[in-house]
Structure formats: C-alpha cells, structure tokens
C-alpha cells in the first residue's frame, strides 16, 4: 500500500513553532517531488510549499515565506515542514501529498499530486 502519514501538528501559541513530518511506506519519497498543502476553517485548500527530489525547495504562498522551511531526510522516508512565527492565521489542517511523475517542483497545484496523507490539525491560538 502506498500511504502517506503526517504528524506533529496540535495547538501552538501566536509566535511559537512546530514541525511536521510526512512519512511515507509502500514507496520512497527520494525521486519524486513532495508538496505541503493547508486547509483552514472555510477556506480552500492551498500549496504552502513543495521540495524536489534534490531537495531545492519552492514556497507556494506568501504568506509562509521567511517562517516555514521544508526538508527532507531521505533515510528515513520523511519530509517534514519547520514552522516558526506562527500566526493565528496559519490555523488549518496540513497535508503532504507526492507528486509521483515529477522529481522537480513544477506545480503547487493539488490536482497535480497523485498520493495524500490523511491531515495533521494545527491550531494557533493563544
């Protein structure tokens, strides 16, 4: 089965940090390219940022620029997104998903990718 799972979301302050983790089975997330998408409350889903299989990074919204870093650790199957500064905005659940026939981020489109984790909820709130 090929499945992706993310962890590490859960309530966090105005200003604090967290980290997520997107662990894969069934397959390896090294070739291919790996997006983080949110959802909050009444809004649509959207990319927050993606990394390639060389690990070059693209962030797809401007709100995150500066404050979220995605990485990956190739030997543990997992690409995790660092989230500093947050703000009560950022409130929303958060998805990984593999774009399975590009290694490149080309696209920060959901449509695009082929594999989804089930979510990780992250509330900012004081």
């Known amino acids: 089965q090929l499945q992706l799972v993310e962890s590490g979301g859960g309530l966090v302050q105005p200003g604090g940090s967290l980290r997520l983790s997107c662990a894969a089975s069934?397959?390896?997330?090294?070739?291919?390219?790996i997006g983080w998408f949110r959802q909050a409350p009444g809004k649509e889903r959207e990319g927050v940022s993606c990394?390639?299989?060389?690990?070059?990074?693209?962030n797809c919204a401007d709100s995150v620029k500066g404050r979220f870093t995605i990485s990956r650790d190739n030997a543990k199957n997992t690409v995790y997104l660092q989230m500093n500064s947050l703000k009560p905005e950022a409130t929303a659940v958060y998805y990984c998903?593999?774009?399975?026939?590009?290694?490149?981020?080309?696209?920060?489109?959901?449509?695009?990718?082929?594999?989804w984790g089930q979510g990780t909820q992250v509330p900012v709130s004081s």
């Open positions: 998903a593999a774009h399975t026939s590009q290694a490149m981020c080309v696209s920060c489109r959901q449509r695009e990718y082929d594999y």
């Open positions: 069934g397959f390896t997330l090294d070739v291919y390219a």
């Open positions: 990394i390639s299989s060389s690990g070059g990074s693209t």
